[in-house]
């Protein structure tokens, strides 16, 4: 469905948004006049009646220039923003954001935060993850963006991930300047970087296009300034500018739960005035901000338009990326967050329709082979082929499963925020292996490993993953004891590392057969044991002698005689024997999640 744009005066009647909406919303509408919606509303009710369509809704007043203001930049860093270490020139406050670089030396979280120019211009910095597994935190980034930093190394040139960050910068339809950094190594070659950028439509000013190019380093900290003075340009020249009056608009960056805070989201402002004691509602979730603070943990008591902000006093935990929007109250936000839930119900129901249908199409296909199969027998012999087959094909308990079936690795995953989540789901997606061990995801949550994961990974003889997460004492003793296994993890890589290792683990042993001795046959004969005469050469070794004495090695050039019991070996001079030992090697899985 294509973006469409609907102008509506700042206030209006249900009628009016009704034929405003009609093309994209006539059932919605109708059925929310026999809810007896017929009072004036403000514009942010049209926007809640065209949900999910993608419409953007503007107001008539918001048109109006005297009512609007230049706003702070909102800027994503796209792919390995490293290069905070400007803040040492640009804004000593962040100077503890450099220091405590996250675990593993890189970002695994979207952060924003504001940034002070010597000028007095501030730029809001969504700092995202250049990770491969981060792809989706990457993509609301450049939803939320006015203007996309692409950093790419002078040294290694365009990677996968930059080309997947220029097609969301795309698909955001948002401006990019590109950052080469570490252009102080010898190798470095920035002129390859715009060459190479040319292939995915990223022309630079040198090659006729209109994409800044600003060389920099995130070591010497050469051009950062430049690269400050370039943003604050680009943003002048777009002219960005939002209503700081009416209904706050936003989007919820993260999602995460803070033991003193609770349900917390971190979100930038886009339209609007954030204060105390507001209604918001986000997807099916709605919050009454109790508590409000910026990027450092210091709370306030307005956040404007383009402004990060902590926001405290949600009922339930959004999920990342969804948008923010004020109500005039709780009875109303409940009602909004009741009447999407029920939609979602009805969207969920059709599906299920949907599959209910196709599988009473197969069990009738199946019914139908099953009578052509089994028609020419008497009914006594049908009924037993027909409950044998029904039997192998009952659900089992979960104990009674993997007693049956052993290669089955059933996991929990928690995190500390929605989006580590989204990207760890992300990559359990990428999974392909399952001819080797199935992998079954039994539950997945954001905040502390609880007794009741615990409970559950028993239940389903699982493994719990944490990632950037705790468990207390009492969990561990817990897990311990009913033979729960916690995997703990702080860097994203080392998690997946420990996923694959527990997969193979799940394998069975591969036998390799590894050589310790060698001999050339000399000449063949025969002893005799009791009454048999036994070939001397080849086969299983079970006994070993050198001239008539008994012995158990061989060393390099000693002659020996060998005496197998394999009674139908026949051996030739010049053969070659060759002893070996089998090893059990443990087998590894062939999943590759791709980084």
């Known amino acids: ?38 009072s004036a509303y403000p514009v942010w009710t049209a926007q809640l009646y065209a949900w999910p369509w993608p419409t953007d809704v503007l107001t008539g007043a918001a048109l109006s220039q005297y009512r609007l203001l230049v706003t702070k930049k909102v800027v994503t860093d796209s792919f390995f923003f490293f290069f905070l270490r400007w803040s040492l020139t640009l804004s000593p406050r962040l100077e503890c954001r450099v220091a405590a670089m996250e675990t593993g030396g890189i970002t695994q979280h979207i952060g ?104 920099v380093s995130a070591l010497t900290g050469d051009n950062l300034m430049a690269l400050a003075e370039a943003t604050v340009a680009l943003a002048e020249m777009l002219e960005l500018k939002a209503d700081p009056n009416g209904p706050v608009e936003g989007t919820v960056i993260e999602s995460f739960t803070d033991k003193g805070r609770g349900l917390v989201t971190t979100a930038v402002i886009q339209r609007g005035t954030l204060r105390k004691g507001s209604v918001l509602v986000a997807g099916k979730c709605w919050a009454k901000v109790r508590l409000m603070f910026d990027e450092n943990g210091k709370t306030i008591d307005e956040a404007y338009p383009s402004m ?8 339930d935990l959004p999920s990342a990326g969804e948008e923010i929007l004020e109500v005039e109250s709780e009875p109303r936000a409940r009602e909004v967050v009741d009447w999407r839930k029920y939609e979602q119900e009805q969207e969920k129901g059709q599906e299920d329709l949907k599959i209910i249908e196709e599988k009473r199409k197969e069990h009738k296909e199946a019914h139908q082979k ?25 659900p089992l308990k979960p104990k009674e499963k993997r007693e049956r079936d052993s290669n089955v690795l059933s996991v929990i995953i928690k995190g500390d925020v929605d989006g580590s989540v989204e990207a760890i789901l992300n990559i359990i997606d990428t999974y392909d292996a399952s001819h080797e061990c199935e992998l079954e995801l039994v539950h997945f949550g954001v905040g502390d490993i609880s007794a009741n994961d615990v409970n559950l990974a028993e239940t389903f003889d699982g493994v719990i993953y944490g990632f950037n997460v705790n468990a207390g004492n009492v969990i561990q003793q817990s897990a311990a004891k009913k033979g729960v296994k916690i995997k703990l993890h702080k860097i994203i890589y080392r998690l997946v590392e420990d996923l694959q290792e527990e997969l193979s683990s799940r394998l ?19 002893v005799t044991e009791g009454k048999k005469k036994v070939p001397v050469a080849g086969c ?46 443990q087998a590894k899985t062939s999943w590759d999640p791709g980084f």
């Open 1 to 38: 469905m294509n973006q469409k744009l609907l102008k509506l005066e700042n206030l209006l009647r249900f009628h009016t948004i009704y034929r405003q909406l009609h093309s994209l919303c006539q059932r919605r509408a109708l059925r929310q006049w026999r809810h007896g919606f017929s």
């Open 112 to 215: 924003a935060f504001l940034v002070s120019l010597p000028s007095g211009e501030k730029i809001t910095f969504l700092d995202t993850p250049g990770h491969a597994a981060f792809s989706a935190m990457r993509a609301r980034g450049a939803q939320v963006t006015d203007i996309v930093i692409l950093v790419v190394a002078a040294d290694d040139g365009v990677m996968k991930q930059t080309v997947e960050s220029i097609q969301h910068a795309k698909d955001a339809q948002v401006p990019i300047i590109l950052a080469i950094n570490k252009c102080d190594k010898a190798e470095a070659d920035p002129e390859k970087v715009k060459k190479e950028l040319l292939a995915y439509d990223v022309v630079c000013e040198d090659y006729g296009g209109d994409v800044q190019a600003v060389p």
């Open 308 to 315: 990060p902000v902590g926001i405290t006093g949600w009922r």
């Open 370 to 394: 099953a009578r052509e199969k089994y028609g020419h027998l008497l009914w006594k012999k049908r009924s037993i082929l027909r409950f044998l087959e029904r039997k192998e094909q009952i």
């Open 508 to 526: 069975p042993c591969a036998v390799e057969e590894h050589p310790v001795g060698e001999a050339s046959i000399l000449a063949t004969f025969s």
């Open 540 to 585: 299983s070794l079970t006994s070993l002698k050198h001239h008539k004495d008994d012995i158990s090695i061989v060393k390099t050039g000693m002659d020996c005689g060998l005496s197998l019991d394999e009674d139908n070996m026949e051996f030739q001079v010049g053969d070659r024997i060759v002893c070996y030992e089998e090893k059990q090697i």
